[in-house]
């Protein structure tokens, strides 16, 4: 089941950022469908967090998809090197962002181990917000897509984690951000080996 429009209407990034642990990122990307499922995330609050791309109310080329109604994906390119996938979420101009930092392979294993040179089974091959989009085949050609389409669309397997399961701790690499930087807004499954950095916990 693709997960519906309404489901990233909803205002409350902190609780989507944990909601979207177990949840299946697909991508189908000339005619190669991989998926995963989404086992680390970061919740970025929109215009009053500092560590957002979006903070001030910052509106450029590139922010402007995070100010659209939630179901759609920002992808962005870090320090010209890894593309980042971000879930955008809540309403229309209220620019809310969850990015997607590890999953756990879970089809088209072949295809990202061609993607990532490397096997499925070590941890580094979608470990990490670079590392996942690139087995996933993501890049910039992704940025501003509906998240119920054919290129790129999350599923619900049914994969719940219970509040016991879920690490929450500060964000990663984000030191700019101040006292922000220290907001236990990184979610993810504890004990999971395809989590990007366990041991912040």
Not at 23 to 40: H, S
Not at 77 to 100: D, K, Q, W
Request: aromatic share 10%; hydrophobic share 40%.
């Amino acid at each position: 089941m693709k997960l519906p429009f309404s489901y990233y209407l909803n205002p409350d990034v902190l609780f989507l950022a944990k909601d979207l642990l177990g949840k299946v990122l697909y991508t189908q990307i000339n005619g190669e469908i991989t998926a995963g499922i989404i086992v680390e995330t970061e919740a970025y609050f929109g215009i009053g967090d500092k560590a957002s791309h979006a903070y001030g109310d910052r509106r450029t080329n590139r922010t402007e998809i995070m100010y659209s109604q939630g179901g759609v994906s920002y992808v962005y390119l870090c320090y010209g090197i890894h593309y980042m996938f971000n879930v955008v979420t809540s309403v229309e101009n209220e620019p809310h962002a969850i990015l997607i930092r590890a999953v756990e392979p879970l089809e088209g294993k072949e295809i990202m181990e061609r993607r990532r040179n490397m096997s499925a089974e070590k941890a580094a091959i979608s470990s990490g917000p670079g590392s996942a989009a690139k087995a996933l085949g993501i890049t910039i050609s992704l940025n501003a897509k509906d998240l119920d389409g054919e290129e790129i669309w999350i599923e619900d397997h049914n994969i719940r984690y219970t509040p016991e399961d879920i690490a929450e701790v500060p964000r990663v690499g984000i030191a700019y951000a101040e006292e922000h930087a220290l907001l236990p807004w990184r979610f993810f499954v504890k004990g999971n080996k395809y989590v990007s950095k366990p041991n912040k916990f």
